[in-house]
């Protein structure tokens, strides 16, 4: 491996820092949702905001040399008049020093879902308002940071919590409807599309890229019924992304489908100008599994998502595009998530073939249920896991693709949105119930080990 590659941990800034009203931070759409809802919240988490000195240092003690983590827009924009909050600056500025001081690259993202609350109210991504309110506290963040920070990301992954919001209704805001899906959508990419512009102008140093929640699409079989279930499902899970971030356009038959049952006449011409003009230097992919498909010609639209760990909750059938299926020789958590790490291969060269930019995997892991009240989480299936997926980096890698990155999802346990804490994915065990008390997992000395390798203890094989 080049020795510039990075290698981490991630984290977003909501499932992480906790102190959710300190230092004249505003509430989030989620704070308020989890709040209204009587949900398990990130009130407290992992309390990051306060441990991070320690959280940083063993990112140092186990070998890394980045660190991905986002800001949080409510902690350093006060108001829709976008006044910053001096304090919230401050606590970034004290991360960025912790890591500097442990020769820590950071990797940071703008926007990790936490919109605040006072533009929800207003509509949140449905209003187009909160384009520009994005350009301004991004530029509030290069103002700031532009001397610590060289890789920057505007969103991290628009299809998750754009979908999640919108259309399946299990994230805030909690709707269920294609038309607002859209909006939200557009905006989110036009947003992203500004961030990227502002950072061109302000002339900063380093490179902006974007984060996609990547599930590379597969087919039951080869008929062209399934090869059009394909296209439906790349372009729902994908393209609208990847395309319109790192080719400056949306997937036109994505479009003019859209076009013959909803108003797509949000979408303006100078502003579909700025997304041309301003695609992004690398992208983000964050890697959990694929999706596979076959025809989905009967019935109604039917989604839901498994927040519960108890196998059999997950559906995504859209009525005339594709429904996903399992397959059944494949091993899958709890959370339905199928352990597929070759999807991670062919998606790495599905992408470098297609957009030709440098790619970073931003975040890949498993999430389980775990006993943290033991000396030391010997966490097996977690460095199978990782390895199987480096494996796949570096045979994407072997055939040409240009990899620069990869961060374990996630540095440390956290919360992991609507699943809580029980859901675990940290290189660090943390035992929430204990005074937040951290101990590194076998994972983390196995990716410590891994690193000062240089990748060589990495077990190979090619995949069938
Ligand atoms: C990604 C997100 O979708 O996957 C993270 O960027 C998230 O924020 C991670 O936590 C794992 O998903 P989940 O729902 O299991 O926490």
């Not at 294609?178 to 102008?201: D, H």
């Not at 775990?370 to 570096?394: C, G, K, L, P, W």
């Not at 699943?419 to 983390?444: C, H, I, M, W």
Request: aromatic letters at 14%; one cysteine or more; charged letters at 25%.
């Amino acid at each position: 491996m080049d020795k510039n590659f990075l290698w981490g941990g991630a984290t977003a800034s909501y499932q992480c820092e906790g102190a959710w009203d300190v230092d004249e931070k505003v509430p989030s759409m989620w704070d308020v949702y989890l709040h209204e809802n009587d949900l398990e919240n990130g009130d407290v988490a992992s309390d990051h905001y306060h441990r991070y000195e320690e959280d940083i240092r063993m990112m140092k003690e186990g070998g890394q040399n980045s660190y991905r983590f986002s800001l949080a827009w409510p902690r350093i924009i006060k108001n829709k008049e976008g006044d910053v909050n001096q304090k919230g600056l401050d606590f970034y500025h004290k991360i960025l020093d912790t890591c500097k001081k442990y020769d820590i690259e950071p990797f940071v993202t703008l926007y990790h879902w936490d919109l605040p609350q006072y533009w929800e109210e207003t509509g949140g991504w449905l209003n187009h308002e909160v384009c520009a309110a994005f350009e301004h506290y991004a530029k509030v963040c290069y103002e700031a940071f532009g001397d610590k920070i060289i890789n920057w990301t505007t969103f991290n992954e628009p299809k998750w919590f754009v979908a999640n919001g919108y259309m399946i209704g299990n994230y805030p805001p909690g709707f269920q409807d294609p038309q607002k899906t859209m909006i939200a959508a557009y905006n989110v990419m036009y947003a992203s599309a500004l961030g990227v512009k502002a950072f061109r102008e302000g002339g900063y140093k380093g490179q902006i890229g974007i984060v996609h929640s990547y599930t590379p699409v597969n087919g039951v079989d080869d008929s062209i019924d399934t090869r059009i279930a394909m296209r439906y499902a790349d372009n729902y899970c994908n393209n609208w992304i990847l395309d319109t971030a790192a080719l400056g356009e949306f997937p036109i038959d994505l479009i003019s489908v859209l076009a013959k049952d909803y108003d797509v006449s949000f979408m303006k011409a100078d502003e579909l100008k700025v997304i041309k003009e301003n695609t992004v230097d690398f992208i983000g992919l964050n890697y959990y599994s694929r999706t596979l498909v076959k025809p989905y010609t009967g019935g109604e639209t039917q989604l839901s998502f498994n927040h519960s760990g108890k196998k059999g909750e997950s559906k995504v059938l859209i009525k005339g595009w594709f429904e996903q299926v399992k397959d059944p020789n494949n091993e899958t958590t709890e959370w339905d998530t199928e352990i597929y790490p070759k999807g991670l291969q062919d998606g790495l060269i599905e992408a470098w073939d297609r957009y030709h930019l440098p790619i970073y995997v931003t975040e890949n892991g498993v999430g389980v249920r775990e006993d943290v009240t033991v000396d030391q989480v010997n966490d097996d299936y977690r460095i199978s896991f990782m390895n199987d997926h480096i494996n796949a980096i570096m045979n994407a890698m072997d055939q040409g693709a240009d990899i620069r990155g990869y961060y374990a999802w996630a540095s440390f346990d956290l919360y992991s949105w609507k699943n809580g804490v029980e859901k675990r994915y940290g290189l660090v065990a943390v035992d929430f119930e204990k005074e937040q008390k951290r101990t590194p997992k076998a994972s983390y000395y196995w990716f410590k080990d891994m690193i000062e390798s240089n990748g060589e203890k990495i077990q190979r094989r090619e995949f069938d």
